[in-house]
């Protein structure tokens, strides 16, 4: 049995699943990594979705942010859908459940 690797740009990737400890409303986010997600997304295309997967809901304000930080577009809590971009909540992701009184 012969295993076959196939290696794509990282340029190509369109979206990004990032497991991470918290974030917050801007998007800026404390997870696992150290700075691993952060050099990996500088690889990729401009326009990639960041997707932040977190079993706890966003705070308000996380305060020690490095320049390097990059912040996820769309986290997803346990219980909630945050919309972090407010261009990306359009017709693409309109069946999506999401409760507008928490975000956007």
């Known amino acids: 049995m012969s295993t076959h690797k196939h290696v794509i740009s990282a340029s190509l990737i369109e ?23 952060d050099r990996f997304i500088s690889l990729c295309s401009k326009n990639v ?3 932040g997967l977190s079993f706890f809901p966003p705070i308000k304000k996380i305060i020690n942010i490095h320049k390097n930080d990059l912040s996820i577009d769309i986290g997803i809590t346990t219980d909630h859908v945050f919309f972090l971009i407010k261009n990306l909540k359009n017709k693409n992701f309109e069946y999506i459940p999401n409760n507008d009184k928490h975000h956007n």
Do not use: A, E, Q, T
């Open 49 to 51: 979705i960041k997707i």
């Open 15 to 37: 979206v990004i699943f990032i497991p991470l400890l918290i974030f917050d409303l801007k998007g800026y986010r404390i997870g696992y990594g150290k700075g691993f997600y």
